[in-house]
T-cell receptor, first 112, second 115 residues
Framework: DGGITQSPKYLFRKEGQNVTLSCEQN?????MYWYRQDPGQGLRLIYY???????QKGDIAEGYSVSREKKESFPLTVTSAQKNPTAFYLCASTPGGENVQYFGPGTRLTVT | AQSVTQPDIHITVSEGASLELRCNYSYGATPYLFWYVQSPGQGLQLLLKYFSGDTLVQGIKGFEAEFKRSQSSFNLRKPSVHWSDAAEYFCAVGGLTGGGNKLTFGTGTQLKVEL
């Protein structure tokens, strides 16, 4: 089955801990994206990557880091520097030559 | 800078009634426009997209949207709403730039359907 998977669906961490969210796709898509969603604020772009070993900051990159070592994987690390990490995180990907973003099911992160 | 405004935070319609969700955008060139739908706790599903050509685009689940350049709008419509359409709807604008296919999303419209 082709698709975008995000794991886990729910994640709980203590304040001060780094946490890594997984995003994997087997669609052979070139570009991948990370968004953060908060109630009433829509989706905000954290990081995106168009090719392996390259990525760019989005609008709210502070306190986050990413890597793109493989085409199919784009993990997001929420560091302890992120002041308000509790949110719903969505990963998306885009095939080469297309302009449509396809989304994974999301991970809800709760930090207490 | 690109931006999207969805002026209605919440909309309630009766099942079987028609629906129109508003979307206004700001973009410096010819935009690519999208409507996505999100059920609670889920990812976003693409309903329809506009890139060029016919300004009335058809999507899945009986939805359509009309691109009006003069009004910078891309409103979503459905002639008869079903209870299963209750969800949150997001309009997005983007286009190919040197930095890739970045999308800007509106803040969403929550649709409630009364039986």
């Amino acid at each position: 089955d082709g698709g975008i998977t995000q794991s886990p669906k729910y994640l709980f961490r203590k304040e001060g801990q780094n946490v890594t969210l997984s995003c994997e796709q087997n669609l052979n898509h070139d570009a991948m994206y990370w968004y953060r969603q908060d109630p009433g604020q829509g989706l905000r772009l954290i990081y995106y990557s168009q090719i392996v070993n390259d990525f760019q900051k989005g609008d709210i990159a502070e306190g986050y880091s990413v890597s793109r070592e493989k085409k199919e994987s784009f993990p997001l690390t929420v560091t302890s520097a992120q002041k308000n990490p509790t949110a719903f995180y969505l990963c998306a990907s885009t095939p080469g030559g297309e302009n449509v973003q396809y989304f994974g099911p999301g991970t809800r992160l709760t930090v207490t | 800078a690109q931006s999207v405004t969805q002026p209605d935070i919440h909309i309630t319609v009766s099942e079987g009634a028609s629906l129109e969700l508003r979307c206004n955008y700001s973009y410096g060139a010819t935009p690519y426009l999208f409507w996505y739908v999100q059920s609670p706790g889920q990812g976003l599903q693409l309903l329809l997209k506009y890139f060029s050509g016919d300004t009335l685009v058809q999507g899945i689940k009986g939805f359509e949207a009309e691109f009006k350049r003069s009004q910078s709008s891309f409103n979503l419509r459905k002639p008869s709403v079903h209870w299963s359409d209750a969800a949150e709807y997001f309009c997005a604008v983007g286009g190919l730039t040197g930095g890739g296919n970045k999308l800007t999303f509106g803040t969403g419209t929550q649709l409630k359907v009364e039986l």
